[in-house]
Each structure stands twice: as structure tokens, then as C-alpha cells.
């Protein structure tokens, strides 16, 4: 009779025995002695390195998730669910990096309300940390609103995409990002006028087409200036007049039609509309426009990019319009 076969992880049916035995210690305590003999990455030898020998741009975590508490313009503290991405430079001659670090260096500051520079303090904590040159911090939330119905007075949340952004370079330069997502509708000049033609010539009823539609915003704030969530939201609002609504009645409805029919535009209009007011902000140094007009006379969308035009600062070279569906 042949010997029966073992497995290294598993009983088999024969009944032999698994070569390795698995278990969980619960009781096991981590001293300081047992942690110094822990193998640590950062110490391999340079020929540990796989691949090229050349430094990394950015390296680091994604989308890990904190509450965090935001102050809001009129003073009041609210605690978002934040979702953060935390990069930094990675020297030629190093494997890899620590990245618990850059978590645990939020964790250090979970308790603080986020400012501009509560993120530079957390940037120069974890290039201390991680021992790099450059660092990137994103943090992106959904910020809530109050806004009011057009005639009928309701009040509903409407919910708006943020992101800061703090990048710190080794020159020892801190710059701060806000990204703003601002959603609206867009009813089209063209197919109106097509439509007034139809009815004054023919007699016929038209319903111009008009579709729901999302800006992009990110801004540079001028050096030792603030400008607030509300504030953008507010310059998106005044700009194009036609933000989507939250609470509507018949009496909203008929109004939102209206103010559509007040306010006709294209793509381009728009990336200008929205230009005017930015530019006209002294809070801003800079920004860049990204807009996208999700067609419902096409299969495909109407988009724009437009920048400020500052020597050395944004240029007009977004393409992720797949991500501007609203």
C-alpha cells in the first residue's frame, strides 16, 4: 500500500496530517525586544532594488478614509467622512517607503479642524517621517449646503465634490489647492431659436434641449488670503445662474424652466461665465476651468478648458472629461 500524501496547509481525506500548523496567538505580546529583530525593508541593501535605478516622482497611500472636522464659513464645525491621498518623493538609492507613516501622521492631527495650514504642518510632519524631498496631500469630501427653493421656500442639502490639495516641494515651497465640482443645467441657445422658428413659422411644439451639467474648479489661493467652500460655490452660482435644485414644486419647476430660458448657453459660454468671476476674485492667484455639457441631442458631451493665464501656473491641459459625469 502506498504512503498517503500530506498537504502543507490542509488535512487531506486520507487523514494525514497538514506539515504546517496554522494558528492565531491572541495572546501574544509584542515587547520592545521582539520588535527590534522584526525585519525592516528600509534597510535592504541597495541591490535590492528591482527595475531601474532612478528616483520616483510620487509614491504613497490612497483613499484612506478619516472624519475630519471642517469649519464653515459662518463659523459652525461640521465632521465629513474624508477620503486622503498622501504622495511623496522616493530618492534612487532607497527600496521603498514607510507608508503607515503618512497615515499615522493624520491620525497625529484627526482632532484638529482643517485648515490650509493644518495641511502644511501634516506635510512637513511626514517628510520628516518618511525622510523624503517633495510631498503631496489630497483630502476630498462632500461638503453640504443648505439652499433654497426658487418660489415654493423649501430648504434641501445640496452636496458638493471638494478636495484640498497641499503640495510641498524641496525648495521648501507650500502651495494649497482648492477643487470645486459644481453641477448645473445648460439649455442650449441654438435648439431654442430652432424651436421659436418652429412654433412662430409652423405652428409646432418644441422642447429645446437642455442637459445637466458639471464644472471643475481648481484654484491657487493668493498668499495670505482665504477664501471659503461657499465663497467658490457662491462665484459658481453667480456665473451661471442655473444650478440644479434640491427641493422643487410645481411652482420651482415652472421657475428653474425660466431661468433656464434667461440664461442659454454653450460650453463655451459657460468656461467664459465662469472665468469672469474667478478672475475678478483677488483671493485667487489662479485657476483652471473644466466643463462638460452632457449632451441630450448627442451621444457625445460638449466639453471646455480654460485657465487663468498666469506665467508658469495652470495650463489648459485637462482631458479626464469621463470623470465630469454627473
Known amino acids: 500500500m502506498s504512503k498517503t500524501k500530506s498537504m502543507y496547509l490542509h488535512r487531506t481525506a486520507g487523514g494525514a496530517e497538514p506539515r504546517i500548523r496554522r494558528a492565531y496567538n491572541k495572546k501574544f505580546a509584542v515587547t520592545p525586544r521582539y520588535r527590534a529583530t522584526l525585519p525592516d525593508m528600509m534597510e535592504a541593501a541597495h541591490d535590492a532594488i528591482q527595475g531601474a535605478h532612478v528616483p520616483i516622482q510620487q509614491v504613497g497611500v490612497h483613499n484612506f478614509k478619516l472624519p475630519l472636522k471642517y469649519r464653515t464659513k459662518a463659523g459652525k464645525t461640521l465632521t465629513l467622512e474624508s477620503s486622503i491621498t498622501g504622495t511623496v518623493s522616493l530618492e534612487a538609492d532607497l527600496k521603498g517607503i514607510n507608508m503607515s507613516r503618512i497615515v499615522r501622521s493624520f491620525y497625529d492631527h484627526k482632532d484638529a479642524v482643517f485648515t490650509g495650514e493644518w495641511l502644511g504642518r501634516i506635510l512637513c ?3 520628516k517621517n518618511v525622510k523624503s524631498k517633495d510631498a503631496r496631500l489630497k483630502v476630498s469630501f462632500s461638503y453640504p449646503m443648505l439652499q433654497r427653493s426658487l418660489r415654493s421656500g423649501l430648504d434641501g442639502y445640496q452636496f458638493y465634490n471638494v478636495a484640498f490639495e497641499g503640495v510641498m516641494t524641496r525648495d521648501g515651497s507650500y ?4 477643487h470645486f465640482d459644481f453641477v448645473y443645467s445648460s439649455a ?6 430652432l424651436s421659436e422658428h418652429a412654433r412662430d413659422t409652423r405652428g409646432a411644439y418644441t422642447v429645446p434641449h437642455s442637459q ?20 467658490v460655490q457662491a ?6 445662474s442655473t444650478e440644479t435644485q434640491v427641493m422643487v414644486k410645481r411652482e420651482d419647476e ?5 431661468l433656464n430660458g434667461a440664461h442659454l448657453k454653450f460650453v463655451e ?14 483671493r485667487i492667484r489662479d485657476f483652471r476651468i473644466a466643463c462638460s455639457h452632457l449632451e441630450s441631442l448627442h451621444s457625445h458631451d ?7 493665464g498666469v506665467k508658469g501656473g495652470f495650463v489648459a491641459d485637462y482631458m479626464d472629461f469621463g470623470s465630469l459625469v454627473c
Open 125 to 127: 510632519a511626514y517628510l
Open 212 to 231: 445637466r451639467s458639471k464644472a471643475r474648479i481648481t484654484l491657487e489661493e493668493a498668499p495670505g488670503k482665504k477664501i471659503w467652500v461657499e465663497d
Open 269 to 282: 459660454d459657460a468656461a467664459r461665465l465662469l472665468y469672469r468671476e474667478f478672475d475678478g476674485d483677488k
Open 235 to 240: 462665484l459658481c452660482a453667480r456665473a451661471l
Open 175 to 178: 502651495r494649497r489647492f482648492i
Open 302 to 308: 460638449a466639453v471646455s478648458v480654460i485657465c487663468k
Open 254 to 258: 415652472q421657475a428653474f424652466a425660466e
Open 188 to 193: 442650449c441657445p441654438c435648439s431654442a431659436e
